[in-house]
């Protein structure tokens, strides 16, 4: 979850760079293929595709459907919210899991997790707001941030899900009937925009963060929040989301954006507070 957290970052820093060069759907569209094809030959060369991997194809619609969603908003957030205060809506995702656990697993939150994620979700809403006090009380939220907020609800509820669903099929091949279905669902829902695109036309950059978003971002990030999902609880594994601004400014400076202003970095102190929290629940 440490290398999820980090390959997550990259891609709010580097998704914002092509968000307005290339329409959501067909982006998400084209970044599943890609990174289906990497999972699927991966499951070849390891535990292999069996048919008995995909009993009950529902279960893969469902998952596709709603991981799907969650990046066609996430894309069409970083249009006009900043990346470092999309990654800090991204932190909340951990509050909400809590809850989808509860609901579909019957996992009950501890003391300290509660704690936890109640201090990093104060400090994810210090970056949200911009640590304007006034803007806080108004709920004065930028359009981004709420649209993306939206797809953190069906990113939280992905990961209970997955251990709901999970039939003792591998990572890997498990992965990879998700995303097909998922490829399957935005091809359907995305198809004009796919049409649509002047692929020949795209700058550069558009390419280059694609490849990264398809094999570090998803095919790597998918394998590693399917292990971690079936051995740790909901809240847990997104927990370790409460590093990804930490992350996001990392990418930000070495990509010569800059850092954000002091007083913001409280709430990223406060995210990185809940993460140690929660890890000590472990001890």
């Known amino acids: 979850m440490l290398a999820f957290s980090a390959l997550v970052a990259g891609s709010f820093s580097f998704g914002s760079l092509i968000a307005n060069d290339i329409d959501p759907v067909a982006l998400t569209a084209i970044r599943f293929a890609l990174a289906g094809a990497a999972i699927g030959a991966a499951a070849a060369l390891g535990p292999g595709l069996k048919a008995a991997h995909f009993r009950a194809p529902w279960r893969f619609f469902l998952l596709g459907g709603v991981f799907g969603t969650y990046f066609v908003l996430m894309f069409e957030g970083l249009k006009t919210a900043p990346p470092v205060s999309t990654s800090a809506v991204f932190t909340l995702t951990p509050v909400m899991s809590a809850l989808f656990g509860w609901v579909l697993l019957r996992q009950v939150t501890t003391p300290r997790m509660a704690l936890a994620l109640a201090v990093g979700a104060a400090g994810a809403l210090w970056v949200i707001f911009r640590a304007d006090l006034g803007a806080l009380l108004a709920f004065d939220i930028g359009r981004g941030e709420a649209v993306f907020f939206v797809g953190c609800i069906a990113h939280a509820a992905y990961t209970p899900m997955v251990r709901k669903l999970n039939r003792g099929e591998p990572a890997l091949a498990f992965t990879f009937g998700m995303m097909v279905a998922a490829l399957l669902v935005l091809s359907l829902y995305g198809a004009g925009a796919v049409a649509a695109t002047d ?42 989301t409460y590093l990804t601004p930490t992350w996001v400014i990392g990418w930000e400076i070495v990509l010569g954006h800059g850092a954000p202003r002091g007083i913001v970095l409280v709430g990223v102190a406060l995210t990185v507070l809940a993460l140690t929290l929660l890890l000590k629940n472990d001890g």
């Open 199 to 240: 692929w020949g036309a795209l700058p550069g950059r558009v390419w280059w963060v694609l490849l990264y978003l398809a094999i570090c971002a998803s095919a790597m990030t998918f394998v590693l929040l399917q292990y971690a999902a079936l051995r740790l609880p909901a809240a847990k594994v997104m927990a370790y």
